[in-house]
């Protein structure tokens, strides 16, 4: 809300000779205020001030106490909640509010967002040892999982060789129902033989399996 001593100063510079332009600069204010307040000779008489609801105002308390809890929570993720709540503002109305409420010093989550069957990843997880025919063997979860649905698909084995992995490959898209347009992995030796800065060789028997 603008003051008696903005007005003041307003009417101040106006006089001095300046322009609109050049005194919003110097008072930082907007542009449309000073303009407001620039015809304004007694600054007590102030010209009345209507406050809009806005369309977002049922919704704040909500998103206010999610980022209490959440304070990584994106933009768009509550944009998209509070839409199913029945909003129908612009996303830029509710990016607006989360960026000034949102607490200091947190880096805002943004997930890499894809289509379905757009993308898949795998990666090794171990496991600890178990005993398998008298002998302690390494364990480790071969992990299969679509980026968009969330699926899936674990196995356990105790080698890591190709063979192996392939054949977790192909019973992971066995079960999935299909193959996706691209799948990441990490940098095993049964997927990179040899990595130079940016360059990449795949191992033969992967690019033989694709």
């Known amino acids: 809300m603008t003051g008696v001593w903005e007005i003041v100063k307003i009417q101040e510079l106006r006089q001095a000779g300046l322009n609109k332009k050049t005194v919003a600069k110097i008072l930082s204010l907007d542009r449309g205020t000073v303009a407001k307040y620039w015809d304004c000779s007694d600054p007590e008489k102030q010209p009345p001030t209507y406050h809009r609801g806005s369309i977002l105002d049922p919704y704040k308390e909500y998103i206010t106490s999610r980022l209490e809890k959440w304070p990584q929570l994106s933009a768009e993720r509550l944009f998209l909640e509070i839409i199913s709540q029945g909003y129908t503002g612009s996303d830029r109305t509710v990016r607006r509010f989360v960026n000034k409420i949102r607490p200091q010093n947190t880096r805002e989550y943004k997930p890499y967002e894809t289509l379905p069957g757009e993308q898949a990843q795998i990666d090794w997880g171990h496991m600890g040892e178990i005993v398998e025919d008298g002998r302690r063997k390494k364990l480790y979860a071969f ?68």
């Open 143 to 210: 992990v299969f999982c679509l980026a968009w649905s969330r699926q899936r698909y674990v196995e356990f084995i105790t080698s890591l060789n190709s063979a192996v992995f392939n054949g977790c490959l192909h019973r992971a898209l066995h079960y999935v129902g299909g193959v996706p347009e691209t799948i990441l992995f990490d940098n095993a030796k049964t997927v990179v033989s040899e990595r130079v800065g940016t360059a990449v060789r795949f191992n033969e028997n992967l690019m033989h399996v694709a």
